[in-house]
């Protein structure tokens, strides 16, 4: 039996960020995680913003940044496309799209140089609640190993178990969860360099087709669709838009990746006695864009400080309530908020979104972010300010 006071389940990017702020508060802290290669494969179109890095103290690298972004361009159904870009607007630091693969193994050792001990290739197999703490079970190359601690912290994404294994509810119910599906492409074409795209509509029900840039002929060109509002399967969705793209003519694909995204906000109940839940695990992402990188890295920050702390005083769900408390306070705001225009999306049919479209053509921005973009939707169409009218 192997004792440490926090085991971090997932080294994603929420599970390393909480298992670096454990360990710099103190805690001896364990990160396990199932993959050989932590960040591979990804599952992940790789965009963040620059605001959330700064707020999360990451200093950029240039080891992990394969583009910064210079714009925005939406296109609706008719064709109809709407720039946000540097000649028209200020961009105020927008973002980066990342190598998720490298971003990841960083992130990963900034908590092993905070001091937390890291265990790749070892599945989490089932856990048990014993006095003051888990025991939790694993499997790494045919080794099994029992390991106990007073904290576990689950962040084993979107379909993790640890969290539904201790009692706790899954983040998403199947009808909050997006099917996506990407390709990593090179020959891709672009009629402005940097700019991430986004194709609103029926070729994606329920979400968006995305194309985001990641060097100067390769991009990441993919969907994320509710499988309740659609009538095909995410992959023939991509395949179908793919076909049709003149950008994407001559493209090829070098790299599938699929997955589920939680965007139907954070879950009840966060903690118990001796757990926490971050990241998509604890769904922990924006409900507009299905980001989760910065919301979940955020999450597992707050929880890895109580954590640290609890060790200290009191591990129970009394005092880990703290975590919960924590978490809304940095994110209700924006899920809660995003959620709403999520809402308001689905609402849209094609022909609606082409006139929104329309409108937005002539209209001037100051600054791009999505508080802007919602300011100037409520400012044309009624329907948004009935909607969105306490957005900003
Ligand atoms: C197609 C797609 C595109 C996306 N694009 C973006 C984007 O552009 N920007 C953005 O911000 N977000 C994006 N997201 C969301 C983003 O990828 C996630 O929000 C983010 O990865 C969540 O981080 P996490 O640490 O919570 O979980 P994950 O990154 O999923 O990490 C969980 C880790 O837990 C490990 N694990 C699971 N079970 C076990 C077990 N039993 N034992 C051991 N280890 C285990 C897994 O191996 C994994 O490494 C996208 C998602 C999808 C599906």
Not at 201 to 214: D, E, L, N, R
Request: charged share 30%; glycine share 10%.
């Amino acid at each position: 039996m192997i004792e440490t006071d926090v085991i971090v389940v997932g080294a994603g990017p929420a599970g390393s960020s909480a298992a670096k702020h454990a360990a710099l508060g103190g805690a001896k802290v364990i990160l396990i995680d199932k993959k050989s290669e932590i960040g591979s494969p990804k599952r992940c179109a790789e965009g963040v913003s620059i605001e959330g890095l700064k707020k999360l103290g990451i200093e950029p690298s240039p080891r992990w940044i394969t583009k910064k972004i210079e714009g925005v361009r939406i296109q609706t159904p008719d064709g109809t496309d709407v720039w946000l870009t540097e000649d028209q607007v200020k961009i105020p630091e927008a973002g980066y799209i990342l190598e998720r693969k490298v971003f990841d193994k960083h992130m990963a050792m900034d908590a092993a140089r905070a001091g937390a001990e890291i265990r790749i290739k070892t599945l989490v197999t089932a856990i048990d609640k014993i006095d003051n703490g888990f025991t939790v079970e694993t499997e790494s190359m045919g080794k099994k190993e029992t390991f106990k601690c007073k904290i576990l912290i689950a962040a084993d994404g979107p379909e993790g178990h640890v969290a539904r294994w201790a009692g706790l509810r899954p983040a998403a119910k199947a009808k909050e969860m997006e099917s996506g599906v990407q390709y990593e492409m090179c020959n891709v074409e672009f009629e402005k360099p940097g700019v991430i795209e986004f194709y609103l509509g029926s070729c994606a029900p329920g979400g968006y087709v995305w194309i985001f840039p990641k060097g100067d002929d390769i991009a990441n060109v993919g969907l994320a669709i509710l499988p309740h509002k659609a009538d095909k399967t995410a992959i023939e969705y991509l395949d179908d838009f793919v076909a049709k793209s003149p950008y994407l003519k001559n493209a090829q694909a070098v790299e599938i990746n699929v997955g589920g995204d939680p965007v139907g906000g954070m879950t009840k109940k966060l903690y118990d006695d001796n757990i926490m839940v971050c990241g998509d695990a604890a769904g922990q992402v924006n409900p507009l864009t299905g980001g989760g990188i910065i919301s979940g890295m955020t999450g597992g920050m707050c929880a890895g400080k109580v954590a640290a702390q609890a060790i200290k005083e009191d591990c129970s769900k009394k005092y880990l309530k703290l975590y919960d408390e924590m978490a809304h306070e940095e994110l209700d705001h924006e899920i809660k908020r995003y959620k709403k225009v999520q809402e308001y999306l689905l609402t849209l049919s094609d022909d609606e979104l082409d006139d929104i479209a329309h409108a937005f053509e002539g209209e001037s921005f100051e600054k791009i972010s999505t508080t802007e973009i919602v300011k100037k939707l409520i400012k044309i169409s009624p329907k948004a300010l009935l909607k969105l009218g306490k957005f900003v």
